[in-house]
């Protein structure tokens, strides 16, 4: 059973409360310990004791990338940073805990353009950045201007974004590292004609993308090919495991149907893609995070 310091105790914090209601696909085991610091202090406070004893953690935002297929013993941050969206010029700045489909939605309200392709990504900016959230040819490496970070250690940085720290659905924000706060430098355009790229995207997905609970895309696409193109040219839409299934609308979006088990999603998975790796030559790899990891 895992020592949590008592020190810790002293940062808002919830028990064993099931997966199923902190991710988006609804399913997994239990969030042994759940922490939600109020402020950035709290946070750095959160990551120092945790480095002081050793302990991991993880990073949870709204659940909407992430597969936990067991119980969590080691605690899990979750940052309660309020939703404040600041403007100086050009440039936006919000916390880590704001959602990112209405940073995008005050953007442009505010007449700035760049975020349009986010606007239909559920996960908060925290999740996004860490993951280098993209959609529609636009991603947050195109926009970010500033970010503050709590490096392993609890340090705070706040610095410009370098060449290496992110990539295609990848960035640096992992293994201890917590993103805080961002800033993204976007253009001034009228409203309209972003509320036009936003509508078109929303069309786009909603012809293409299933509604049902999910993760969003469970695979990376593997360079200069389309995850689900591949799921779907195997025949694999629709093929079902208990209550986890193959979207009929899109093949790298796996469903719960509702009830799905751990063991069926997994079973699920292992068969879509041993099926792609046999008859497409391609090893798919995640997208989405998974805890603890297996595959
Ligand atoms: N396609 C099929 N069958 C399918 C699905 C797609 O033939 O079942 C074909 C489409 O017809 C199209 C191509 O594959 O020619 C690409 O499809 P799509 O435009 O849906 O893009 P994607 O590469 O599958 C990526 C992101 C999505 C993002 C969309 C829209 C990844 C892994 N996925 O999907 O992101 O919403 O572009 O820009 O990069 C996510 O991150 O969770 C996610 C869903």
Redesign the pocket.
């Known amino acids: 059973m895992l020592q949590i310091p008592k020190a810790l105790l002293q940062i808002p914090h919830q028990q064993d409360i099931p997966f199923a209601r902190l991710t988006t696909l609804g399913l997994g085991g239990l969030c042994r310990w759940l922490f939600e610091p109020v402020n950035e202090q709290q946070a750095q406070d959160f990551v120092r004791i945790c480095h002081q004893a050793e302990l991991p953690f993880r990073v949870l935002g709204a659940g909407s ?1 992430i597969l936990a297929l067991s119980d969590i013993e080691e605690p899990v941050l979750r940052l309660n940073l309020g939703s404040e969206v600041v403007r100086k010029g050009n440039e936006i700045e919000a916390t880590a805990s704001h959602g990112q489909i209405l940073l995008a939605e005050k953007a442009a309200q505010m007449g700035l353009s760049g975020l349009e ?1 986010s606007s ?2 559920p996960g908060r900016m925290g999740g996004a950045l860490r993951m280098n ?5 636009g991603e947050w490496r195109n926009v970010l201007s500033r970010y503050r970070f709590l490096m392993p250690d609890g340090e705070l940085i706040e610095k410009a974004p370098e060449e290496g720290e992110f990539s295609y ?1 990848w960035s640096h924000l992992k293994e201890g590292k917590v993103l805080l706060r961002a800033w993204a430098n976007l253009s001034p355009t009228d409203e309209n004609e972003i509320r036009a790229r936003m509508d078109a ?1 929303r069309q ?2 909603l012809g ?2 299933p509604k049902g609970r999910s ?3 469970i ?3 593997p360079p200069g090919r ?4 591949l ?3 195997c025949g694999l ?1 629709g093929l079902r495991v208990g209550e986890a299934m193959v ?1 009929l ?5 796996l469903l719960n149907l509702g009830q799905a088990t751990v063991a069926d999603y997994q079973a699920l998975i292992d068969r879509v893609r041993q099926t792609v790796e046999k008859e497409k030559g391609v090893r798919l790899e995640f ?2 995070e998974v805890w603890p990891t297996r595959f």
Not at 133 to 137: D, E, K, S, V
Not at 226 to 229: E, I, L
């Open positions: 990338n392709w239909g990504i959230a993209g959609a529609h040819g659905r995207y786009k997905r293409s993308q993760a969003g895309c695979f990376k696409n389309h995850a689900g193109q799921v779907d040219e839409k979207s609308e899109h093949g790298n979006f997208e989405v």
